[in-house]
């Protein structure tokens, strides 16, 4: 049976975007692999290690999460690149006697980084940078080849960090890149050009599980989805993140009271990153979503509904799905809407964000301080898409059968 390394990935992380990212993966892998196959997953955060047995599109697929110390992750993989330079493969056999995360990747055909979607950056710090460099030095105890798959690289504001990209990138037999911001970063660093290629995000294949969730109003008369970003709501970081708190806070307080008391629509707040296990208080949506409830004007509440029930990635997938017009920060929120071709606006933070819509020709969808000078613009802004959201809807149609090909052909790129 097939055996695949799985890196910066997880289906059970509190991060939604994670999973999406990861299911997509699989669904790619089963495309490829129809007789089935092993997939280790290797994760130092999110829950506990497990094990799962699925079955996408009829493929039965066989799982493991392995979540190893920082410490013992760390010394497996410098000793172990250290040991390749003794001849023969000696010092590598060695140590895969005597270390069970060397005996896996040994075991292992083919590793696949994913990155978690966009933590191959430093804008996230170093710490993390540091665990996602250490995941791609990994496959190389063993000479497995390691393909990065679609993701936003970048940006590195450390020299140090910079060289230890490049690094990583030149181990890499392919390197995919989810937008042509990416693009350009990895090309400055990559020596063989031909190892770079512009794909798609792996979530566009992620299928949307049907859920009866909300109340039969908001079935009857539609609603306009909203997810907030705990993120921007209570990191105060302009520099990195371009929204201060207070900027963040009075956009959606205006925003959810325009679509409310303006539009008459009734409005579903979608919370996708949630506050357990390895998400901080502070970078977490739920708590951002009720203080926003909390904010709003008087006479609103009763139009407005919070997601608080633990629901899976593809079943937010579906919630989002039946908005009829979508305002996220978080990607993966926003991918949930492109790939099911609902209408939206991306609240950015990071030029991940220009770059995915700049490859479907629709960069201009866009909001963020960068783009618009206050709240009254960013809000006229929104509502200019809202009321030609059928402009959206037709344009997605066109595009997203080709995105979902070029994801498929990550996985046709293994053989």
């Not at 299911?23 to 955060?45: E, K, M, S, W």
């Amino acid at each position: 049976m097939m055996r695949i390394l799985l890196l910066g990935a997880d289906l059970d992380s509190t991060n939604h975007g994670v999973n999406a990212l990861s299911i997509g993966t699989l669904t790619a892998l089963a495309h490829q692999y129809p007789n089935g196959f092993h997939v280790d997953i290797l994760n130092l955060g999110g829950g506990p290690e497990y094990e799962d047995v699925l079955t996408i599109n009829g493929v039965r697929i066989t799982l493991q999460k392995h979540k190893p110390g920082i410490k013992p992750f760390a010394r497996t993989v410098v000793i172990g690149n250290m040991l390749r330079l003794i001849p023969f493969s000696i010092g590598s056999r060695w140590l895969a006697k005597r270390d069970i995360l060397a005996e896996l990747v040994h075991s292992t055909e083919v590793a696949i980084d994913l990155s978690e979607g966009d933590s191959f950056s430093d804008i996230y710090g170093n710490i993390r940078f540091l665990v996602h460099f250490l995941y791609k030095m990994l496959p190389g105890i063993a000479d497995v080849p390691l393909f990065i798959f679609p993701q936003t690289i970048g940006p590195f504001y450390s020299r140090l960090n910079r060289a230890l990209a490049r690094l990583a990138l030149n181990r890499a037999k392919l390197v995919f890149t989810r937008e042509p911001y990416s693009t350009q970063i990895v090309s400055q660093l990559i020596r063989d050009k031909n190892k770079l290629v512009e794909a798609s995000d792996m979530a566009f294949l992620m299928d949307s599980k049907p859920i009866k969730m909300l109340p039969n109003v908001y079935d009857d008369e539609g609603y306009i989805g909203i997810n907030v970003s705990g993120l921007l709501f209570f990191t105060d970081d302009p520099e990195r993140l371009a929204w201060t708190p207070v900027l963040y806070q009075n956009f959606m307080n205006a925003l959810v009271e325009q679509f409310i008391l303006q539009e008459q629509r009734r409005v579903v707040i979608i919370p996708h990153v949630r506050g357990t296990g390895d998400v901080t208080y502070a970078d977490e949506d739920i708590q951002a979503s009720r203080q926003l409830i909390q904010q709003l004007a008087p006479g609103t509440h009763s139009r407005v509904h919070l997601i608080e029930e633990p629901l899976n990635a593809q079943e937010l997938k579906y919630i989002i799905s039946r908005s009829d017009f979508f305002v996220g920060a978080r990607m993966h929120a926003c991918l949930a809407a492109l790939s099911s071709c609902v209408p939206l606006v991306p609240v950015s933070y990071s030029h991940k964000f220009q770059g995915v819509l700049a490859q479907l020709g629709m960069e201009d969808l866009v909001c963020s301080p960068k783009r618009q000078n206050d709240v009254d613009a960013m809000l006229k802004h929104v509502i200019y898409w809202y009321i030609n959201r059928d402009l959206i809807r037709e344009r997605l149609a066109q595009v997203v059968p080709a995105d979902r090909e070029r994801a498929l052909q990550c996985a046709a790129s293994l053989q």
